[in-house]
């Protein structure tokens, strides 16, 4: 075997432009799938970031206005029969609103989240300056906020804004709010991507949204549940005895925002794996050019083929010389696709400032792929070589 892929060595090297140019084409179809994968992988990436930094984890408990009687919000009753509920560890209550900030003439999109002081407790928050909203902040309703880092760099030119005021259109009115925290939200991608549809985030005390929106209770209510316990399960129990303690049955639904996190990244990696399968199109299309490039080979090599042939080589040795051939030319062509692959996956992810996480399963899938069907497509030219005979081989025409 070792002596097959020396000779095949020497083959190739005789004819190196050829040899070359057939190498640069499976190269360039690895590099497809590489660049595809990671494409897709931090595209991945990307959203799940948004979701984790948006604290999409744990249960939250909401009404179903669909289906029940009741229009009102959720009440403080009903957040202290959950937080006294076995298997929660903490709950707090949560308001959402949609308006828009100003700064410096200029107005942006914002989504508004009224939270309790224990928000880093139940959702994810990433404090990168200052503070988070205090009980006294809730108890005297303060115009105080955490703004995301996003939007601090986009407006301020900065990311550490911690008391600087900002105007905000709330409930109809501008208000006057105090940054006391920046938090940061996600990756930001999504947000830089698609700033025009995708607000920013800003976190006031749900007393403070209460006050401006004129409201008595709250939209949903997040729990944080036990470690261990099953999400979908204390979420199931908690509406049942949401039901009998309130007498409103069916009117009350659990999420399982970790459990849709979840699905949507299996969605997304469903997408990575059919992209990268349809980048591998290209690979069997460039194993195509080592069938032609092997069979003109064997047309040149009868001669030699016929001398080998006549001094005691046998089927066996002329059909592994042929494939042997045909991987070292897939194997450099691959090695190289994934060399430039990686290298133009790296340069994108530091142009554009996001993180690259390189599927190397998807890499050596590649690899192992494009050596099958290198050897499959080589394999014709390979059996036709060992079946030449001496006497024919040698003829001279």
């Excluded at 809730?138 to 703004?147: D, G, N, R, T």
């Amino acid at each position: 075997m070792t002596e097959a892929f020396r000779c095949a060595w020497r083959s190739l090297t005789r004819k190196k432009g050829r040899s070359f140019l057939t190498i640069i084409g499976i190269a360039i179809g690895v590099t497809a799938v590489v660049i595809i994968s990671n494409i897709s992988q931090c595209g991945t990436t990307a959203v799940n970031a948004e979701l984790d930094g948006l604290g999409m984890g744990g249960i939250s408990i909401s009404l179903d206005t669909a289906n029940g009687d009741i229009n009102a919000p959720l009440s403080y009753n009903e957040l202290e029969i959950i937080k006294n509920s076995a298997h929660v560890d903490n709950a707090m209550p949560i308001i959402f609103q949609t308006g828009s900030v100003t700064t410096r003439g200029e107005n942006t999109q914002t989504l508004f989240w009224g939270i309790d002081s224990n928000a880093d407790d139940v959702i994810s928050l990433n404090l990168l300056y200052g503070r988070f909203i205090n009980k006294g902040d809730i108890a005297s309703h303060a115009k105080v906020c955490l703004a995301d880092e996003s939007y601090a760099e986009n407006n301020f030119g900065c990311t550490n804004i911690v008391g600087r005021k900002i105007t905000a259109l709330c409930g109809g009115n501008l208000e006057e709010f105090e940054v006391v925290g920046v938090i940061k939200t996600g990756s930001g991608l999504l947000q830089n991507m698609m700033g025009g549809y995708i607000p920013t985030f800003m976190y006031l005390p749900y007393s403070t949204m209460q006050e401006l929106y004129s409201m008595n209770g709250f939209h949903r209510i997040a729990v944080d549940v036990e470690s261990g316990a099953d999400p979908d399960e204390v979420g199931g129990k908690l509406v049942q005895t949401l039901s009998l303690s309130t007498g409103y049955y069916e009117s009350y639904i659990s999420g399982n925002m970790a459990k849709q996190k979840d699905g949507l990244s299996q969605l997304l990696n469903i997408v990575t794996l059919v992209l990268s399968a349809v980048g591998g199109v290209s690979l069997v299309v460039s194993s195509l050019s080592i069938m032609n490039v092997m069979l003109v080979s064997v047309g040149e090599r009868k001669r030699e083929i016929g001398i080998k042939k006549a001094i005691g080589a046998g089927r066996r040795d002329i059909l592994q010389e042929f494939l042997a051939e045909a991987s070292v030319l897939t194997l450099s062509g691959s090695l190289l696709g994934i060399l430039l692959g990686l290298a133009a996956s790296y340069i994108g992810a530091f142009i554009f400032g996001i993180n690259l996480e390189v599927r190397y399963d998807i890499i050596i899938f590649t690899i192992v792929f494009s050596l099958f069907t290198g050897i499959i497509f080589g394999l014709y030219p390979a059996l036709k070589a060992s079946k030449l005979k001496p006497v024919e081989a040698l003829r001279v025409e």
